[in-house]
């Protein structure tokens, strides 16, 4: 019976997690690899029996494939933001980053106008100071550029 | 000891005692609330704001704050699957399906009133335990520790729903991912990738906030809906619901009890940590409920349980820190610190001869509890309504506090590239129907799973360990647990086919 390609995908990524895990564990002396091996083999032994044992119903494989329904170009789309969300925080800080990032991703993303967008970005950048670095006397990561 | 009693009480109602129990009660409100953030960096934030004041005091504020924490962080954990710390894990598995439904006020007052009565429950127990304490920590050896981590793993066999294999390849992934750090044995690092950060083992909060809130988020996201949906939003009126929740938590106020019994035991023996207790209680709630196929999809059973679970255990580990100085969490490590520092040294002796100073800090968690829980009930209402703000608003806002919450802790681009990493895992987990629940069990039990193992292995030269009575009782009830879900499906099973043969 046919499985869904990324259904594939991730349980072939199972068995090369735990396939690979097994290869490092023997680097190892055997005190330290003794249980990441068994516990790596046993996950490596139920990753095979999940990829080799065919699927009982279609119906199942379906469920389990589109929990969530959506079109794979909003999906991808959104996975671009998460990058940009993550190269802002790293490059310019977690609230620097997240104000600009707010800015942009309601702007571009969600449509919203320009006084919503600039609003609640300006808003929530200074909660999280005020928060974080005031109230809580905590430095939240500054970025790469500030560190 | 009823002067003692009676005098601990009365300590804590005079006035400059007793507004500085509000503060801490709101303190830790807030803090919980915040993903990411808990107890022990509230008492690291409060510390220094106590050196000023008279050392009594000093501690009621700091464990009202302490004790409110979990229940705060099961407010985020409800509302927007932003569970701040590992025991708030089951409150989001079952609360935020409630929320997406509507009812995340009935969720929140049931998640307050247990945790009240849990935490209330505790206190007691506090009381009570003082003159067993030192025979019941004396019989918990590692081998014990190991079973009972064992014994958490059970519930793992109610989560397995209809993918039995990909539950297992999550629950293995999760343990494999446990032993990422330094091994216990040769102090070696494994799966390491040639850097620093993970020698101290993947973090806990970036992984729970990347794993659920994040990839929660991404989903929102994706799909362009709230947490409530539209068509939800019309039926429901959000917030409505909330005595229906505490109304509820009576209703089942055997389960309880139960789970603030074994909470509180289960916190008296140091090094186990909260999410054990948690997810021992959420499993125990699993496995006696009538309606087990709720579970994971809203059930309120389940939030009860582990919520009385969570504050259940701070009586237990608060009397192990007092009595013999083995602080069972950072939390309790920081009061221990601070104890000393102003001059009550833990000590058998000291239940003896401070019992008032115990009793007043019992009292504090009592009433902390109980007043957090009137807080979260009047504002349980108004709060639900968060989760049914528009999704453009929600979800950004939400999606840049939660990889704030999972790196605030400690501040370094790991925990950034970890909150992100998890938050693609998770949303793929979800995508092809892999338990993130058995996941996250796995990676939470599997330290304290090998640790102990390691331990009573070196202890006893082999695998005697395992005749111990106590162990093995701990086995025979594993065993059970483990077997019972499939015994209860086969059962029904096997009634339906004697009902459609009946009927035919």
Request: net charge positive.
């Amino acid at each position: 019976m046919r499985s869904e390609p990324g259904t594939r995908s991730i349980q072939l990524g199972a068995i090369l997690l735990f396939g690979s895990a097994c290869i490092v564990s023997w680097s190892y002396p055997p005190k330290a690899r003794w249980i990441p091996l068994i516990i790596a083999t046993t996950g490596l032994l139920i990753a095979l029996v999940d990829f080799f044992i065919p699927v009982q119903k279609k119906e199942d494989e379906k469920e389990a494939c589109n929990a969530l329904d959506v079109s794979p170009r909003r999906e991808l789309v959104v996975w671009l933001w998460i990058g940009i969300l993550f190269l802002l925080v790293v490059s310019v800080g977690l609230i620097v980053g997240s104000a600009a990032f707010l800015a942009i991703f309601l702007k571009f993303f969600w449509k919203e106008k320009w006084t919503a967008t600039i609003l609640v970005s300006v808003v929530t950048g200074a909660c999280i100071y005020l928060l974080f670095n005031k109230a809580f006397q905590m430095q939240l990561y500054r970025g790469i550029f500030f560190e | 000891m009823f002067d003692a009693w009676l005098s601990g009480l009365a300590s804590v109602f005079y006035l400059d005692t007793f507004y500085l129990l509000l503060i801490g009660t709101a303190i830790g409100y807030m803090i919980g609330f915040i993903p990411g953030l808990a107890g022990a960096f509230a008492l690291a934030m409060l510390i220094p704001f106590t050196f000023s004041m008279e050392p009594g005091n000093a501690v009621v504020l700091l464990l009202a704050t302490h004790a409110v924490v979990m229940t705060g962080g099961s407010y985020s954990a409800i509302l927007f699957n932003a569970p701040g710390t590992g025991a708030n894990i089951p409150a989001s598995w079952e609360g935020y399906p409630l929320t997406q439904k509507g009812q995340g006020g009935r969720a929140i007052a049931a998640a307050a009133t247990s945790s009240a009565i849990g935490g209330a429950i505790s206190g007691i127990v506090l009381m009570g335990l003082i003159p067993v304490v030192r025979m019941i920590l004396l019989s918990f050896t590692p081998p014990e520790f190991f079973m009972l981590s064992i014994l958490a793993y059970s519930f793992v066999a109610g989560l397995v729903g209809k993918h039995p294999f990909r539950a297992l390849v999550a629950v293995f992934a999760g343990i494999l991912l446990s032993t990422v750090g330094i091994d216990p044995v040769l102090a070696l690092p494994r799966f390491s990738l040639g850097t620093f950060y993970l020698w101290e083992g993947v973090k806990l909060v970036p992984l729970v906030m990347g794993m659920f809130a994040v990839s929660e988020m991404i989903k929102l996201a994706v799909s362009g809906q709230g947490i409530v949906a539209g068509s939800v939003k019309g039926g429901v009126k959000i917030g409505h619901d909330v005595f229906k929740g505490v109304k509820e938590t009576f209703q089942h106020w055997f389960l309880v009890l139960r789970c603030s019994g074994i909470a509180s035991i289960i916190g008296i023996i140091p090094g186990l940590g909260a999410e054990l207790a948690t997810f021992m209680c959420y499993g125990h709630a699993l496995q006696t409920s009538k309606h087990p196929e709720e579970f994971g999809k809203g059930s309120i059973e389940g939030i009860i349980g582990a919520e009385a679970g969570n504050n259940g255990k701070e009586g237990g580990s608060l009397l192990t820190t007092l009595a013999f100085g083995v602080p069972g969490s950072s939390s309790m490590a920081i009061l221990l610190g601070f104890f000393i520092t102003i001059g009550i040294v833990p000590s058998p002796e000291m239940l003896k001869q401070n019992l008032p100073l115990v009793f007043s800090m019992a009292w504090v968690i009592i009433i902390a509890n109980i007043l957090g829980a009137a807080i979260s009930i009047f504002a349980g209402r108004y709060m639900a309504w968060l989760s049914a703000v528009r999704a453009p608003l929600l979800v950004s806002i939400l999606l840049v506090v939660t990889v704030i919450g999972g790196a605030a802790t400690h501040n370094n681009l790991g925990d950034i590239v970890t909150t992100f990493f998890f938050g693609f895992v998770g949303y793929q987990m979800d995508k092809y129907g892999y338990s993130k629940a058995a996941f996250i069990v796995g990676f939470v039990l599997g330290k304290i799973t090998e640790k102990n193992l390691l331990l009573s292995l070196q202890i006893y030269q082999g695998v005697g360990f395992l005749t111990r009575p106590l162990t093995l009782g701990l086995a025979a009830i594993a065993i059970f647990a483990f077997a019972w879900p499939f015994f209860k499906r086969y059962r029904d099973k096997a009634k339906m086919r004697g009902g459609t043969s009946n009927e035919i």
